[in-house]
């Protein structure tokens, strides 16, 4: 079975949700979704590490201990909770070569804003946003690696940047299936899976973002698969 992974934060609870509609909305087979939620990682033990103000969400280093929690040789996806998905995601498996250990955009680029989201500063560092969405090939040697007592010991960096594998042990992604809305022009097709790094519409000062009016939509899609509450 396939799984997606989308990294919780507790100020983005509709960017998760939403992020789920448009995966689940798309598919057109089964895969299991799951939110990656530290409280409950600390609760099961899973994960230790000291709390960081600095992080610029609850999913920072969380996001590694994904092959571990899916428990599988097979391809586990993780995913920023700040996308839009607009295609079934099931693509993304075709072709895939079994021998790489990950898969991911490799992006290249220099932040257009030096702020993000509800005002968290933006950091710049190698491979930014590489980590951003992920396929995690369960079965390699390097992604067997990612242990919980690893994850909540190693360096920020050495996670990030995929020090625990090779660089050519990692497979390259199109674009489009991490499209970092504001740091690329906007296409002239829809990207399968846009990325509100910056801040998406769920925030107040960030209403006019490119692909704003598709997040809005997919919102209320959602919000009409919301039963309403039974009368007192």
């Given at each position: 079975?396939?799984?997606?992974?989308?990294?919780?934060?507790?100020?983005?609870?509709?960017?998760?949700?939403?992020?789920?509609?448009?995966?689940?909305?798309?598919?057109?087979?089964?895969?299991?979704?799951?939110?990656?939620?530290?409280?409950?990682?600390?609760?099961?033990?899973?994960?230790?590490?000291?709390?960081?103000?600095?992080?610029?969400?609850?999913?920072?280093?969380?996001?590694?201990?994904?092959p571990f929690l899916?428990?599988?040789?097979?391809?586990?996806?993780?995913?920023?909770?700040?996308?839009?998905?607009?295609?079934?995601?099931?693509?993304?498996?075709?072709?895939?070569?079994?021998?790489?250990?990950?898969?991911?955009?490799?992006?290249?680029?220099?932040?257009?804003?030096?702020?993000?989201?509800?005002?968290?500063?933006?950091?710049?560092?190698?491979?930014?946003?590489?980590?951003?969405?992920?396929?995690?090939?369960?079965?390699?040697?390097?992604?067997?690696?990612?242990?919980?007592?690893?994850?909540?010991?190693?360096n920020p960096a050495?996670?990030?940047?995929?020090?625990?594998?090779?660089?050519?042990?990692?497979?390259?992604?199109?674009?489009?299936?991490?499209?970092?809305?504001?740091?690329?022009?906007?296409?002239?097709?829809?990207?399968?899976?846009?990325?509100?790094?910056?801040?998406?519409?769920?925030?107040?000062n960030w209403q006019?973002?490119?692909?704003?009016?598709?997040?809005?939509?997919?919102?209320?899609?959602?919000?009409?698969?919301?039963?309403?509450?039974?009368?007192?």
């Amino acid at each position: 079975m396939r799984k997606v992974y989308i990294g919780y934060d507790s100020r983005e609870d509709i960017a998760w949700q939403v992020a789920r509609h448009s995966i689940q909305r798309h598919l057109s087979g089964e895969i299991e979704v799951y939110p990656l939620k530290q409280p409950h990682l600390r609760e099961l033990g899973l994960y230790s590490r000291a709390y960081d103000n600095m992080s610029s969400t609850e999913f920072s280093l969380t996001r590694f201990l994904t092959p571990f929690l899916a428990a599988h040789d097979g391809w586990t996806i993780f995913v920023d909770c700040d996308v839009l998905f607009t295609r079934d995601v099931n693509e993304i498996f075709e072709g895939l070569d079994r021998t790489k250990a990950l898969y991911c955009v490799q992006h290249d680029y220099t932040p257009a804003n030096m702020v993000k989201m509800d005002g968290k500063e933006q950091t710049v560092y190698p491979r930014k946003n590489w980590s951003s969405f992920m396929i995690f090939n369960g079965g390699h040697p390097d992604v067997k690696k990612l242990v919980p007592e690893v994850v909540n010991a190693a360096n920020p960096a050495w996670l990030h940047r995929f020090e625990w594998t090779t660089d050519d042990m990692l497979g390259k992604l199109p674009l489009e299936w991490n499209f970092l809305e504001g740091e690329y022009q906007k296409p002239f097709n829809l990207p399968a899976n846009i990325h509100f790094t910056n801040g998406g519409p769920w925030f107040e000062n960030w209403q006019d973002v490119d692909f704003a009016d598709e997040w809005r939509a997919e919102r209320e899609l959602y919000l009409a698969t919301i039963s309403s509450p039974e009368p007192a």
